[in-house]
């Protein structure tokens, strides 16, 4: 308590002594700790978010945001109660723009065909504007939505097939380039086939 109650301008209630003891306010103590212990604090009417705030916000690892940290323009990180703190406001413009950024450079999707068509990998694929086999890897790696419909294959196994139009909604839910980038996102909201 001592090491706290010594850092200046951290927020720590004013200590009053009483038979030798050190107290302080109940309710000052509760907004202290709460401010300390979460992910947003606020400093001379600024909003501050910290790391974890910022991932779990996003849905993105503690990783990624300490790596956002390090790209140009992103706001600058100040420490605080031994923590690493974003101005809330600029932040969140600067990921705006950023994942903006990210998805104006997804693949063009081929919106043709009828909606309701099975499709295989290698077709979604095109549709998704990926290399041929990307489709068939991602699901592989369980990083593509349920198939619709699991066909039977002559020599034994299955070929996932999956409507046009979910492929169409997977591509609109992707987050940004790349495999895991845009699957991740995708497989959040369209993993399972809806009832036929």
């Known amino acids: 308590m001592y090491r706290l109650s010594r850092q200046p301008g951290n927020g720590y209630p004013e200590e009053h002594r009483l038979d030798g003891r050190i107290y302080v306010d109940e309710a000052e103590w509760d907004e202290f700790w709460a401010q300390r212990a979460g992910g947003r604090v606020v ?4 909003a501050y978010v910290s790391t974890a705030e910022r991932a779990e916000r996003t849905g993105r690892s503690i990783e990624t945001v300490r790596w956002w940290a390090t ?8 420490r ?13 413009t600067w990921y705006a723009t950023y994942t ?4 104006a450079r ?6 043709s065909g009828d909606p309701d068509d099975l499709i295989g990998s290698t077709e979604a694929s095109r549709v998704l504007g990926y290399n041929p086999h990307t489709v ?13 419909v699991e066909d039977p294959l002559p020599a034994g196994g299955t070929r996932p097939l ?5 492929v169409w909604a997977f591509a609109d839910h992707r987050s940004g ?3 895991a980038g845009g699957a991740r996102a995708a497989m959040a909201d369209l993993g399972t086939p809806p009832p036929h």
Not at 43 to 46: A, I, N
């Open 162 to 166: 999956w409507r046009r139009r979910r």
């Open 80 to 92: 605080r109660h031994g923590r690493s703190y974003v101005a809330e406001k600029p932040w969140e």
């Open 100 to 103: 903006a950024g990210l998805r």
């Open 71 to 78: 790209l140009p323009n992103h706001p600058t990180e100040t």
């Open 136 to 148: 068939h890897a991602l699901h592989a790696a369980g990083q593509f939505m349920a198939p619709d």
């Open 177 to 179: 380039p790349g495999r």
């Open 43 to 46: 400093v001379d009417g600024v």
């Open 106 to 111: 997804l693949t063009e999707v081929d919106r």
